[in-house]
């Protein structure tokens, strides 16, 4: 997923949980999303306990954790 596609599923506004990646039209931020999934809750859980997202938003919170992974590599390869 490009740069494109995740900024038509999230956004960074510092008025909205202090600046932290969220998905587009709502409170739930990308790390949130990360931490349910590590913690072994099925996306199938998380759909039906946060109507609002859908699969992509979750796959895009994942391209976006990877992206940004890539991103610190480069830097630290600098």
């Known amino acids: 997923m ?4 995740l900024s038509a599923y999230i956004t960074i506004d510092q008025g909205i949980r202090f600046g932290k990646p969220c998905i587009k039209g709502t409170r739930i931020t ?5 931490q349910w ?3 072994g809750i ?3 859980d998380i759909l039906d306990d946060y109507p609002l997202l859908k699969e992509q938003h ?4 994942l391209a976006f ?6 991103i610190i590599k480069i830097v630290a390869i600098a």
């Open 65 to 70: 954790a990877a992206n940004r992974e890539e």
């Open 42 to 44: 099925p996306v199938e």
């Open 2 to 5: 490009g740069n494109d596609e």
């Open 37 to 39: 999934l590590s913690e």
């Open 58 to 61: 979750i796959r895009a919170a």
């Open 30 to 34: 990308v790390n949130d999303i990360l």
